[in-house]
């Protein structure tokens, strides 16, 4: 059954790597057990409190190399609850104001591993973001600066190559607009992948939001 969120997946697979990184430079056993009981933490904190949880921490615990890690991953990811694809008409509908919206490839995603599909158009700089929350499409877009820097990202909170996206929202009264700005990944997909925890992109499009 699945059961797991996208992010949930991602913050398994951040945790085996520091696994594995514990057990390529230590040979101490207290040492593997201790990064074990850290990692048992967050994850308890994080993924829902079942019965399934119980068995990927125990199945996690038994974890001793890499190609542990592959089988163990891969068993986890049939757990993984998909994003919801959209088509490309519910694309259009999502952004009906734009008259010239480019479309995502959409058959090239694997939607076990987006929680936010967010994409360019190179020629407009415009920024699109879909997230899914309780079953319905949420959306956000702006602009965002061609140059890139290194920076914090504020959507996944990672070091890495930033730009500068712009929402602008639509203010109480009918001509009045307030345009937000922040430091976001420059690669969506890079952005994408770093989210192990789905509060991040969910507060970040609801601070942005656009009125429709
Ligand atoms: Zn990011």
Redesign the pocket.
Known sequence: MEFLTVANYRLLTRQITKLLNALSTSKDKDVIAAVKGLIETDLRAALPQTDQTDTIVHQLHQVTDRTDADLFLHAVKSYVIPFKAPTAEDLKKLFKKEKRLRIPPLQSYDWKEVTCLSWKDGGTHRQYFVIEQEGKWKTLQGVTKVDTLKGV??????H?L?NLFTATVRGKTEDTFTSYSHY??EDPA??NS??DNAEQIHTFIFENQQNK
């Open positions: 990202c504020r959507i996944c909170r990672q890495t930033v976001i990944c890079v952005c770093n989210l």
